[in-house]
C-alpha cells in the first residue's frame, strides 16, 4: 500500500496539468487519512495526494470534531490547500478558530502543540484576518510564555520498547551552548541537547514564525475603551516598568510578546560570539542573527520605546562583525535598523553605510546570495539614492561589481533600481559603467583568480620583470594600480577627455575649481590613474590665454602650486619609509604641465627648474630603484633633462608650450601618447652637452 500510494503522489506531483481521481478513491483516502488505527505512514501519503488534488471536488473533510493534533494537522493541511474564490476567508478562519482553540485549552495527556504551530502560520500567511481580536491575544499570551520560560533542560530520549530498552534511563542534563559551554541563561534556538522537551520544541518553533506574526499582529493595538488615548510616554514607562518578570505579566498580551522577543533576540545576538564546535551551528548562528537584528528592527518600529536600547547594541554588534565576511549577510538587516531609526537614535550611520556600499561590493561581488540581498536592498531602499548629498548616492557605482560579476540573475533587479539612479548629473557616468562592465568582469576575474594563487606564490613577484598575462600584472605592484582603477572609476571618459578638451578648450578654465580639487588629491594618482593623468595633462595644455581670454596669470600660479605640491609629495623620499608605488607616466605628466604653465608665467621658471634638477637624486635614490625598474627611472629621468634643456631657453620654450590658435595643430605641436614634441628634442640635442648629463 505505501510503494502504490508513493506512486500515486509522485505521479500527481510530477504532472502540470490538473489530474482527477475516481470519486471512490478520494473517499477511500480521506476515510483513511482520519482512521485512528491507520498508520502515520499512511496518514501522511493520504494527505500529500489530497493536497495535490486541490482543487477537488469531492472532499467531505472537516477539522470541528478532531481532537488529535498529528490528525488535525494533516486535515488542516488539506483544507488550507482546498481553499479559493468566495470560500476562501470562511475556511481559512474556520481553521484557524478550530487551531487556536486547541491551543488554548488544555491538550490531553500524550497530544502536543507543536503539530498546530506550522497550520497557524499558514492561517495567518493566507489570511491574517482570519483571527479575532481576542484570539490574537490568546496566542500572543502562549507565544511570549514559549519564548521566555522553556526548560533549560535536556529532553529524555523515548524509550524504543525494544527487548534491550532499559525503564531507568539517565537523568537528562542541562542544554549547551554551540561552544560546549552549560547554558547559564533561558533556553534559545541555539541552545544544543541529545533530546529536547516539548516546551523547548515550542520555543524554537515560535520563533520561526515569530516575524510573520509580528508583522501581521504585532502593531495593532487593543481594542479596548482606553487604547487610544495612551501615549508615547505612557508606553516608554511601561516599557521601562516591565524589566521585572512580575509586572512583565501585567503588560497586554502583544506588549508583553514584543518584550520577550526584544530580550529573545539580544540573547540570540550574545549567543552569536560564541565559537561553534560545529559548522552547521556556526551556519545557525549567522541565520539566527540575521533574523534577531531584522526582528528588532520590526520591534522598535512598533514601539519607539525600544529604539535607543536596540541602537547601542546593535552599534557594537556591527564592531564585532563588520571585519569578517562570513558575517556579511547579517551588515544588510543592521544597516536597515539604522535607516530606520538612525535619526531618533541620535546615531551617526555614515561609517557603517560607507563599509556597505564601498568594501562589500569591493571583496565579496562573487558572492551571488548576498548580491541579489545586497541589491533587493537597494531597491528596498531606492528613495535614498535620490538624495544628492546621501552615501548610497556618492557609492552607488560600486553596485556595478555586483552586476558585472552575477549578471545575467541581477539584470531584472537592476533594471528596477535605474530609475532612482538617473539624472542629469549620473546620466553620462552611468552610462559609461555599463559600457565598461566586460572590462570591469575582466579585471575582477584576475583579481579572484589572483587570490585563489598559494600565498608564496602571490609572494614571489618580481617588478623589474615584464608581466607575461593579466594575472602576473595583477600581482606585479607596478602594474596592479591599473587594475584598481579599473575597479574604483572603470570610466571611459578618462580617454575621451582629450578629445573633449580638444573640441572646447574652454572647459579647463570654466571647470578650473573642479580640476584643482581633483588633480590636488595625491591618492586620485594610484586610485584614479588613468583619468588623473588626462586631467593633468589637458591642464597643462588648455590653461593658456592662447586658448580662452579668461585665463589669468592667478589661475595658472594657482595650478602649478598645486600640481607642485602633488609632485613634491610623489617624488618626496623619506628615510625608513617605503616608496609608493605611483606610475611613471603620472610623474611625466606632472613635470610637463609644470613645465608648460611656467613657460606662460615666467616667473615660475626658477622654481621648476629647480626641482627638476633634483630628479636625477630621486631616481637613482635606493628606496626608488628598489620599486622603479631602470626603463622607468630612464623615463623619468629624460624627460627631466628635456625639459630643464628647454627652460634655458624661455622663448623657444613659450613657442614651443604656448603656440598661437593658428598654429597649435602643426606637427610641431602635436603630442603623441603624452611625449614632447619632436622640437622640444631638437633644443634638447642642441644644448646638451653629453648623454644623460643633468647640471645639480
Not at 546570495?369 to 531597491?379: G, M, N, R, Y
Not at 531606492?382 to 545575467?408: C, D, G, M, V, Y
Not at 552611468?430 to 562592465?437: E, K, N, Q, S
Not at 611625466?588 to 613645465?595: D, F, G, P, S, W
Request: neutral net charge; contains cysteine.
Amino acid at each position: 500500500a505505501v510503494d502504490c500510494l508513493q506512486r500515486l503522489h509522485l505521479v500527481l506531483a510530477a504532472s502540470k496539468s490538473p489530474r482527477r481521481l475516481d470519486a471512490r478513491l478520494v473517499e477511500l483516502l480521506q476515510a483513511v487519512l482520519c482512521s485512528p488505527k491507520c498508520p502515520e505512514q499512511i496518514q501522511l501519503l493520504c494527505a500529500a495526494i489530497l493536497r495535490e488534488m486541490a482543487p477537488c471536488d469531492g472532499l467531505r473533510l472537516s477539522c470541528h470534531r478532531i481532537h488529535d493534533t498529528k490528525l488535525l494537522s494533516l486535515v488542516s493541511s488539506v483544507l488550507l490547500a482546498q481553499v479559493s474564490g468566495l470560500t476562501r476567508q470562511a475556511a481559512v478562519s474556520a481553521v484557524g478558530q478550530r487551531v487556536v482553540k486547541a491551543l488554548e485549552g488544555r491538550l490531553p495527556e500524550g497530544q502536543s502543540s507543536r503539530y498546530l504551530l506550522p497550520v497557524l502560520s499558514n492561517v495567518i500567511s493566507l489570511s491574517p484576518e482570519a483571527l479575532t481580536e481576542e484570539q490574537i491575544n490568546v496566542v500572543s499570551k502562549k507565544m511570549a510564555d514559549w519564548l521566555r520560560y522553556a526548560s533549560t533542560q535536556q529532553g529524555v530520549a523515548q524509550p524504543s520498547g525494544g527487548f534491550f530498552s532499559n525503564p531507568r534511563t539517565r537523568q537528562p542534563g542541562p542544554v549547551t551552548e554551540v561552544d560546549g559551554a552549560i547554558a547559564t541563561d533561558f533556553f534559545t534556538v541555539l541552545s544544543l541537547g541529545q533530546h529536547y522537551t516539548e516546551d523547548q520544541w515550542l520555543n524554537m518553533q515560535t520563533f520561526s514564525m515569530l516575524r510573520k506574526w509580528l508583522l501581521c499582529y504585532g502593531g495593532k493595538e487593543m481594542n479596548t475603551p482606553n487604547s487610544g488615548d495612551k501615549s508615547e510616554m505612557d508606553r516608554s514607562a511601561m516599557s521601562v516598568v516591565s524589566t521585572s518578570s512580575t509586572s512583565s505579566r501585567l503588560l497586554p498580551p502583544r506588549e508583553r510578546l514584543r518584550e520577550k522577543a526584544f530580550e529573545y533576540c539580544q540573547r540570540l545576538i550574545e549567543q552569536s560570539n560564541r565559537q561553534a564546535l560545529k559548522k552547521a551551528d556556526g551556519d545557525l548562528q549567522k541565520a539566527c542573527l540575521i533574523e534577531a537584528v531584522t526582528i528588532m528592527d520590526i520591534i522598535c518600529k512598533q514601539d519607539s520605546s525600544y529604539v535607543y536600547r536596540a541602537a547601542s547594541f546593535l552599534k557594537i554588534l556591527h564592531g564585532r562583525i563588520n571585519g569578517d565576511a562570513t558575517y556579511a549577510r547579517a551588515l544588510l538587516p543592521i544597516a536597515q535598523f539604522f535607516l530606520n531609526h538612525g535619526e531618533m537614535a541620535a546615531v551617526d550611520c555614515d561609517a557603517i553605510y560607507k563599509h556597505l556600499f564601498t568594501d562589500i561590493p569591493a571583496q565579496l561581488f562573487h558572492n551571488s546570495s548576498l548580491a541579489f540581498e545586497f541589491v533587493l536592498f537597494c531597491k528596498d531602499n531606492s528613495r535614498l539614492f535620490t538624495e544628492t548629498s546621501s552615501i548610497f548616492r556618492q557609492r552607488f557605482p560600486n553596485l556595478f561589481k555586483f552586476l558585472a560579476w552575477n549578471s545575467p540573475p541581477l539584470i531584472a533587479e537592476f533594471v528596477d533600481i535605474l530609475p532612482f539612479l538617473l539624472d542629469v548629473g549620473t546620466a553620462i557616468e552611468i552610462f559609461h559603467l555599463l559600457l565598461d562592465l566586460p572590462c570591469l568582469t575582466a579585471a575582477l576575474d584576475v583579481q579572484m583568480r589572483s587570490s585563489s594563487l598559494p600565498s608564496a606564490e602571490r609572494a614571489a613577484c618580481d617588478p623589474a620583470v615584464k608581466p607575461a598575462t593579466c594575472l602576473e600584472a595583477f600581482r606585479n605592484p607596478l602594474y596592479r594600480s591599473a587594475f584598481h582603477s579599473l575597479h574604483l572609476s572603470c570610466r571611459v571618459l578618462s580617454s575621451q577627455l582629450v578629445m573633449l578638451c580638444k573640441l572646447r578648450p574652454a572647459l579647463v578654465v570654466e571647470l578650473s575649481k573642479e580640476l584643482l580639487e581633483f588633480s590636488g588629491t595625491v591618492s586620485n594618482i594610484q586610485n584614479k590613474e588613468p583619468i588623473f593623468t588626462h586631467v593633468v595633462w589637458a591642464i597643462g595644455e588648455y590653461m593658456s590665454v592662447s586658448y580662452d581670454k579668461r585665463c589669468t596669470v592667478e589661475q595658472i600660479n594657482r595650478f602649478f602650486e598645486t600640481l607642485e605640491a602633488v609632485l613634491f609629495e610623489v617624488t618626496q623620499v623619506r628615510p625608513q619609509a617605503s616608496v609608493p608605488n605611483y606610475a611613471p607616466r603620472a610623474i611625466t605628466v606632472l613635470m610637463t604641465a609644470l613645465t608648460k604653465l611656467a613657460a606662460r608665467s615666467q616667473d615660475l621658471i626658477p622654481r621648476v627648474s629647480l626641482f627638476l634638477s633634483k630628479m636625477r637624486t630621486f631616481v637613482q635614490s635606493p628606496a626608488v630603484t628598489s620599486v622603479y625598474c631602470e626603463e622607468d627611472r630612464e623615463e623619468i629621468l629624460t624627460r627631466a633633462t628635456e625639459l630643464m634643456n628647454l627652460l634655458k631657453m624661455p622663448s623657444v620654450a613659450q613657442f614651443v608650450f604656448t603656440p598661437s590658435v593658428d598654429v597649435a595643430h602643426t606637427r610641431f605641436q602635436k603630442e603623441v601618447n603624452d611625449t614632447l614634441p619632436s622640437a622640444l628634442r631638437i633644443v634638447t640635442r642642441l644644448l646638451e652637452p653629453a648623454p644623460g648629463f643633468v647640471p645639480g
